[in-house]
T-cell receptor, first 111, second 114 residues
């Protein structure tokens, strides 16, 4: 059974800082891993999807890495902005099977 | 990215009544749809997985007779909460996946049972 842990649970930093969010998972037999953000009272917005054959994926100020063998992924956010404040969730996946979510990291960027 | 529309975004109903939540994939065909429930400040809990034209697969502990899921077409799935009670109050989110690996989520529905 896949278990996902995200560290830290909450993070508060001043605007402009670069930061790293961590995700670890117990079953490394995954096909891909997706990072999402969730704003309060809203659904999930897909940020990045990394295939198991990839090491990194970039979108704008976001960079996600995946080390499948060690069961770890990181989300790097460069030059953070107040609009980045949200809960960030990672979810490893296996093809058409269900995604398993961690508890998320609640990020607050202070102006 | 692809768009998943969930409706309504919030609903208040009386205890004992039934509520239907719709989830539509607007610009792709969703071969698989997922329904999640989320409690305040907690992560998403998968309730069931549905494939178009077949019965939904429910997670352990989820009452299939209480949470009716229909996936009648490749663009629409519905979740009906039957005989709702206050403990069913929660945030319900649907997700859809097409032929690719990426999953897309609806905006969520806040259900309050009074």
């Amino acid at each position: 059974k896949q278990e996902v842990t995200q560290i830290p649970a909450a993070l508060s930093v001043p605007e402009g800082e670069n930061l790293v969010l961590n995700c670890s998972f117990t079953d490394s037999a995954i096909y891909n891993l997706q990072w999402f953000r969730q704003d309060p009272g809203k659904g999930l917005t897909s940020l990045l999807l990394i295939q198991s054959s990839q090491r990194e994926q970039t979108s704008g100020r976001l960079n996600a890495s995946l080390d499948k063998s060690s069961g770890r992924s990181t989300l790097y956010i460069a030059a953070s902005q107040p609009g980045d404040s949200a809960t960030y969730l990672c979810a490893p996946g296996r093809g058409a099977q269900k995604l398993v979510f961690g508890q998320g990291t609640r990020l607050t960027i202070n102006p | 990215g692809a768009v998943v529309s969930q409706h309504p975004s919030w609903v208040i109903c009386k205890s004992g009544t039934s509520v239907k939540i719709e989830c539509r994939s607007l610009d792709f065909q969703a071969t698989t749809m997922f329904w999640y429930r989320q409690f305040p400040k907690q992560s998403l809990m998968l309730m069931a997985t549905s494939n178009e034209g077949s019965k939904a697969t429910y997670e352990q502990g989820v009452e299939k007779d209480k949470f009716l899921i229909n996936h009648a077409s490749l663009t629409l799935s519905t979740l009906t909460v039957t005989s709702a009670h206050p403990e069913d109050s929660s945030f319900y989110i649907c997700s859809a996946r097409g032929t690719g690996p990426e999953a897309f989520f609806g905006q969520g529905t806040r259900l309050t049972v009074v």
